[in-house]
């Protein structure tokens, strides 16, 4: 085929292709009255101009805007004088929401056949797009396509709901004490920084409850690490069925058979009394302890209140309820010592 040919069979397709994608109306004009052919993902083989020129009016109707063509491979071919053709593999980019048609390749032919002496006219077209099947008269199968990125959009909300449920079960957990279920030690520490922060703006006191499970080094060695461990579940259940219900409170494990309680808006008096009423909870359990003084499971209590100054660091109501805890250890344990101001 020589150049002079070959160019102008690219200059017929492309001057088609650009007429379609523009759904220019001027393309109605250049089909032959001895046409066939048929359309996108239909069933229907076109035999007439006049039905062919109905199904272009309903493509441009159907998609109104500029169709994005990007070819993919084109073939033209010399099939006589008056008659050549050209095979196109291309993408279309429908100007709607598609994660379809873009991804698929389409494919048409084209035949040009000369019906004058400089005129050529389009005697044949045969698209094929490989996605489902146009119905109602469709060309483009839009309704398979918008109930397919309904169920895209379906399927991402779905998969995003997932992943934040992920990413909130991954942070609880990695707040979250693996043996007891309650806050642990970094979560504390993040707790104790944020509300102490917000009582410096605020004026308000913070209170923080230190407790230590009396003799746990005897019961792990008299009954089992296995029964130590349900021991510190058992307590932890209690601190937190006896500390609900207060705004802001958190009990967390702080080490080993440690636990903090953190008392947000709290005095110091009330914070010991919320402490005795955990050594009465833990009284009442009854938690079999052979050899200790009481027969049972018990807890010393440290508790320390502050107003939190400009400049000072929460480690201060650290340091004073540890201080405490350690004076009802040497006063006999299985007591409530509350920290004085000045300490």
Same mark, same amino acid.
């Given at each position: ?260 309680? &953190?008392? %947000?808006?709290? $005095?110091? +008096?009330?914070? #010991?009394? !919320? ?7 833990? /009284? ?21 209140? &502050?107003? %939190?100054?400009? $400049?000072? +660091?929460?480690? #201060?109501? !650290? ?7 350690? /004076? ?16």
């Amino acid at each position: 085929m020589s150049p002079e040919r070959q160019r102008l069979i690219r200059l017929l397709f492309e001057e088609y292709i650009e007429l379609y994608a523009a759904r220019d109306a001027r393309l109605l004009e250049r089909f032959s009255d001895n046409f066939s052919g048929f359309s996108g993902s239909g069933d229907r083989l076109i035999k007439t101009r006049a039905e062919w020129i109905g199904v272009m009016q309903h493509d441009f109707r159907q998609v109104p805007g500029r169709i994005g063509i990007q070819m993919v491979d084109l073939l033209v071919q010399d099939l006589g004088s008056d008659l050549v053709a050209a095979t196109a593999f291309f993408h279309i980019h429908l100007p709607i929401p598609d994660a379809l048609f873009s991804q698929e390749t389409a494919r048409k032919v084209v035949l040009f056949r000369r019906e004058d002496i400089d005129i050529w006219k389009i005697a044949h077209v045969s698209v094929s797009i490989p996605f489902g099947k146009a119905r109602d008269n469709e060309v483009y199968s839009l309704h398979e396509l918008r109930q397919h990125n309904r169920d895209l959009e379906t399927l991402v909300q779905e998969r995003t709901e997932a992943l934040a449920q992920a990413n909130h079960s991954l942070a609880v957990l990695s707040n979250t004490d693996t043996l007891t279920g309650v806050a642990n030690r970094h979560h504390f520490d993040d707790a104790l920084a944020h509300e102490w922060a917000r009582a410096q703006r605020a004026h308000t006191p913070v209170a923080l409850i230190m407790l230590d499970v009396d003799g746990f080094r005897p019961f792990n060695e008299h009954y089992g690490h296995l029964a130590g461990d349900a021991c510190l579940q058992t307590l932890a259940l209690t601190l937190v069925q006896t500390c609900a219900g207060r705004e802001g409170g958190l009990v967390a494990r702080f080490g080993g058979e440690e636990f903090m309680v &953190l008392l %947000p808006g709290v $005095d110091g +008096l009330v914070a #010991a009394e !919320v402490a005795r009423q955990i050594q009465e909870a833990i /009284r009442h359990l009854a938690l079999p302890h052979e050899g200790a003084p009481w027969g049972s499971v018990t807890a010393s209590f440290g508790v320390a209140s &502050l107003h %939190p100054e400009r $400049d000072q +660091l929460p480690e #201060a109501l !650290v340091r004073q309820a540890d201080r405490a805890l350690l /004076r009802a250890k040497q006063l006999g344990r299985n007591r409530v010592e509350v920290a004085s101001t000045g300490a």
